[in-house]
C-alpha cells in the first residue's frame, strides 16, 4: 500500500519560513521522481518543484530564489524549504510520487499553507 503523507504546514507570517515534509511508503523512492504542487482556492493545481531520482531540480518561476526542494533517499522523505513566503503562497500543497520506469503515479492528501498576518 504506497502512502505519501505530507507534514508542516501552518499558518505563518509573510516573510516567514516553512518546511514540508513527504514521507513515502510502499514505494521503491529511489525510482521516483517527486514533486511538490500547490492549489489554492478558486484555481487549479499548478506544479512549484520537482526533483527527479537522480537530483536534477526545477521550479516555476514565482518560487525561484525563495523555495528549495530536496530528497533524502535513506529517508524516503522529499522536503521543500519555503522561505520569504507571500500571502500569495497560501494554498494546499500535495506531494507527488511519479515512477522512473512509467505507470505508476501517486499523491498525498494535501498539507495547508497560509501566509498571513
Known amino acids: 500500500q504506497v502512502q505519501l503523507v505530507e507534514s508542516g504546514g501552518g499558518l505563518v507570517q509573510p516573510g516567514g519560513s516553512l518546511r514540508l515534509s513527504c514521507a513515502a511508503s510502499g514505494i521503491i523512492f529511489n525510482f521516483y521522481n517527486m514533486g511538490w504542487y500547490r492549489q489554492a482556492p478558486g484555481k487549479q493545481r499548478e506544479m512549484i518543484a520537482t526533483i527527479t531520482s537522480g537530483g536534477r531540480t526545477n521550479y516555476v518561476d514565482s518560487v525561484k530564489g525563495r523555495f528549495t526542494i530536496s530528497r533524502d533517499n535513506a529517508k524516503n522523505t522529499a522536503y521543500l524549504q519555503m522561505n520569504s513566503l507571500k500571502p500569495e503562497d497560501t494554498a494546499v500543497y500535495y506531494c507527488?510520487?511519479?515512477?522512473?520506469?512509467?505507470?505508476?503515479?501517486?499523491w498525498g492528501q494535501g498539507t495547508q499553507v497560509t501566509v498571513s498576518s
Open positions: 507527488n510520487a511519479v515512477s522512473i520506469l512509467g505507470g505508476a503515479d501517486y
